[in-house]
């Protein structure tokens, strides 16, 4: 079944807002998980149909912990959103990703501890395929997009999801690059799960801003450090997005468009009408 291109992009710390959309509208969504993060910002670029979110609201107001991930993502997807872009200030715990460098994600760890991180609670289990965690056409878009502007992206890495709001101890910055990790951040590994089960593609450009703490050679992260980075890269950010936009393909040939054929495990005579309800957007489709 052919389906209508809308490209949805998600803004970390430091991009709360997309250059050159036209027609541009604000929608104030409720959703059944509550608030989302700000009102999505619709517009046009390049001719394709564009939705931005701030995801920590616009001002920066929402700590990580405290977004509401469900409700972001279930906005995306009422709004026709097929593929998302988020856009990811992180720490680098390999010498070889500067900061200023961008890390095109493959892999996720999770270390968080007080995120719902489904739709699928109340009367309904779900268990969708989630080894790969970003979608690859997403993930070659953000490549190639990155190349056209000539911005410096590493291809592939593993991101370490913390709780935050705090940084990281010194042991703990150091055990995680024990683990082979090439990235740390504080939001995106619940966005790639629930964008999953919502069938939508999603991967994530991760912004190198600093060591975090582990590096001998180089001062322990700082507010101050990160937001200095962050203000050069932004314009690279924004610059990677405009060239992605035209380089997607008008439908999708991955399987995250269907992550929720054979994933819905309970019967469908015993899901509650209100879960229906609440999840209607998401699995209907696979009720009738």
């Known amino acids: 079944m052919s389906e209508e291109l809308v490209v949805g992009v998600i803004g970390g710390s430091g991009l709360y807002e997309i250059d050159g959309l036209t027609d541009v509208r604000e929608v104030q969504l409720s959703t059944p998980f509550g608030?989302?993060?700000?009102?999505y910002i619709c517009g046009t670029?390049?001719?394709?149909?564009?939705v931005f979110l701030p995801r920590h609201g616009r001002g920066h107001r929402i700590s990580p912990s405290e977004i509401n991930f469900r409700a972001n993502i279930w906005g995306?997807?009422?709004?026709?959103?097929?593929?998302?872009?988020?856009?990811?200030?992180?720490?680098?715990m390999r010498e070889d990703v500067h900061p200023g460098d961008f890390v095109v994600i493959d892999q996720f760890i999770d270390r968080t501890r007080h995120r719902p991180d489904t739709f699928f609670t109340d009367g309904v289990v779900a268990h969708v395929m989630f080894a790969d965690p970003v979608c690859h056409d997403v993930r070659k878009v953000f490549l190639g997009a990155a190349a056209k502007v000539g911005v410096k992206a590493h291809d592939?890495?593993?991101?370490?999801?913390?709780?935050?709001p705090q940084f990281s101890t010194r042991a703990e910055s150091k055990l995680y690059r024990s683990w082979g990790v090439d990235v740390i951040g504080m939001t995106n590994l619940q966005e790639a799960k629930l964008a999953r089960e919502a069938e939508i593609c999603y991967a994530t450009l991760a912004m190198a801003t600093d060591y975090d703490c582990w590096h001998e050679s180089h001062d322990d992260v700082t507010v101050e450090?990160?937001?200095?980075?962050?203000?050069?890269?932004?314009?690279?950010?924004?610059?990677?997005?405009?060239?992605?936009v035209p380089l997607f393909a008008a439908q999708r040939t991955c399987?995250?468009?269907?992550?929720?054929?054979?994933?819905?495990?309970t019967a469908k005579d015993r899901?509650?009408?209100?879960?229906?309800?609440?999840?209607?957007?998401?699995?209907?489709?696979y009720l009738v």
Do not use: Q, W
């Open 35 to 39: 608030s989302p993060s700000d009102a």
């Open 45 to 50: 670029l390049h001719g394709v149909k564009m």
């Open 76 to 92: 995306l997807k009422k709004l026709g959103v097929t593929r998302i872009l988020s856009i990811s200030a992180v720490g680098s």
């Open 156 to 164: 592939g890495g593993t991101y370490v999801n913390m709780e935050g």
């Open 225 to 244: 450090a990160i937001l200095a980075v962050m203000h050069k890269n932004i314009g690279n950010a924004r610059s990677v997005i405009k060239a992605a």
């Open 255 to 265: 399987g995250c468009s269907s992550a929720l054929k054979f994933a819905i495990m």
């Open 271 to 285: 899901i509650p009408p209100e879960a229906r309800t609440r999840l209607g957007l998401l699995i209907e489709k």
